[in-house]
């Protein structure tokens, strides 16, 4: 019989994965579904990143590049640090890989073992603890609620350091609360990584280019240059070019990690894509007054969905600072009856009553926090006029 290796005995397939495939499964059925949880961007990837890559492959671009990315792309990525983050890398400082998540599963398992615990802010996208579980390490998931803009304090993370802690794991704005650290929160949290010094801090930085109403974007290395020696900095070009399926992410910090975390690369997927790198390049190098764009574009659709959520009697509905997700309570929705003489006991069964509704979410228990939903905006104002209404009327036969 086939029996799973231990190391992925606690990992399940991502139950966002599920819920959407069910739900895709109801709409191909015939069922008028509106899915609001998909991860990405629904523009298209600008025809400047488009057409590097054709051009790529026409002069050759088809052939493995160095381990952790061309020269080209560590260039560029440098270029981007020191250009939007003040951060100045080396070139043996800097490294690529197949997506944002290919950067994180580098770095845990480079430095995990047995034992060794990660703090998790929560909130936090499902993949973090699962990452870490296979990597052999602990995620110590620290809740950072409602009333605290999800977002951790000093305080909290004080508590949660022990001897095993090797990394705190930031990521700003938050993918599923959309909940951004400003730089003062920042250095706070700094403050106490200083007096523990066996303790490293991630920094997923994948929203930094979807952030609203003017905030200015921080990102721990830049506000704590004192701890750059054991900050790593990743992001990628997924999420601000809306080229999630091209597969290339970055990381920056010290070279020793930055070393081996190319070890684990090169025995699991060696380089990146030549051509998604050579359209990353232009990505990172070229105009970029459409991301601006873009980004004005979500801020209209935030507006829209937290309005007209907040409008639903039982619903909260925070106003995030960024990403594409709005992450509302449904607290008030908990022992109401459906129609149909059932109760709603968890963001669960809210999430099946909606998709009854033919409406898609996806549970806060999937990110460690209930009771809540996350919906992505990712979408056209017209499905989330429709989406937004159906969920008002559901919620409306409830008693
Ligand atoms: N980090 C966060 C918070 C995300 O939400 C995602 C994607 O959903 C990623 C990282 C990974 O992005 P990618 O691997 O496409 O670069």
């Given at each position: 019989a086939f029996r799973p290796a231990e190391r992925i005995?606690?990992?399940?397939?991502s139950e966002i994965l599920k819920i959407t495939a069910r739900a895709g499964a109801l709409k191909r059925a015939g069922r008028p579904m509106i899915i609001l949880?998909?991860?990405?961007?629904?523009f298209d990837t600008p025809d400047n990143v488009k057409e590097a890559a054709i051009r790529a492959i026409r002069d050759g671009a088809t052939k493995y590049t160095a381990?952790?990315?061309s020269p080209e792309l560590k260039d560029a990525v440098r270029a981007k640090f020191e250009r939007e983050n003040g951060l100045v890398f080396a070139a043996d400082e800097v490294t690529c890989g197949a997506g944002a998540k290919q950067i994180l599963y580098n770095a845990f398992m480079a430095t995990l073992g047995p034992g060794d615990e990660v703090v998790i802010p929560t909130?936090?996208?499902?993949?973090y603890s699962d990452i870490v579980a296979i990597a052999g390490g602990t995620p110590v998931l620290v809740p950072c609620g409602i009333e605290a803009g999800f977002r951790l304090r000093p305080e909290q993370l004080e508590a949660a350091i022990?001897?095993?802690?090797?990394w705190l794991l930031l990521n700003?704005?938050?993918?599923?609360?959309g909940a951004a650290y400003s730089a003062e929160e920042l250095e706070a949290l700094a403050g106490v990584l200083r007096r523990h010094t066996h303790v490293w801090a991630m920094s997923?930085?994948?929203?930094?280019?979807?952030?609203?109403?003017?905030l200015a974007f921080a990102t721990l290395a830049a506000v704590a240059p004192d701890l750059r020696d054991r900050t790593l900095t990743v992001n990628g070009v997924s999420k601000a070019y809306a080229m999630?399926?091209?597969?290339i992410g970055y990381g920056g910090g010290p070279a020793v990690l930055i070393r081996a975390m190319a070890v684990v690369q090169s025995q699991a997927t060696?380089?990146?894509s030549s051509v998604s790198q050579a359209a990353a390049v232009e990505a990172l190098n070229?105009?970029?007054a459409i991301v601006a764009e873009r980004c004005a574009a979500f801020q209209r659709r935030r507006d829209l969905v937290v309005a007209g959520l907040n409008a639903v009697p039982g619903l909260q509905c925070p106003v995030p600072q960024g990403a594409f997700y709005t992450f509302a309570s449904?607290?008030?929705?908990?022992?109401a009856r459906t129609p149909?003489?059932?109760?709603?006991?968890s963001d669960r069964d809210v999430a099946d009553y909606l998709l009854e509704a033919d409406v898609a979410v996806v549970p806060g228990a999937c990110f460690g926090l209930e009771p809540f939903f996350r919906i992505s905006y990712a979408t056209s104002d017209s499905e989330l006029k429709t989406a937004l209404e159906r969920i008002e009327a559901a919620c409306a036969r409830l008693h």
């Open positions: 005995a606690s990992v399940g397939v949880g998909a991860g990405e961007p629904d381990l952790d990315g909130p936090y996208w499902t993949s022990t001897p095993r802690t090797r700003s704005p938050s993918n599923p609360s997923d930085d994948m929203y930094e280019h979807i952030l609203y109403d003017g999630t399926g091209w597969r060696s380089c990146p070229g105009p970029q449904c607290e008030g929705l908990l022992g149909d003489g059932g109760v709603l006991r």
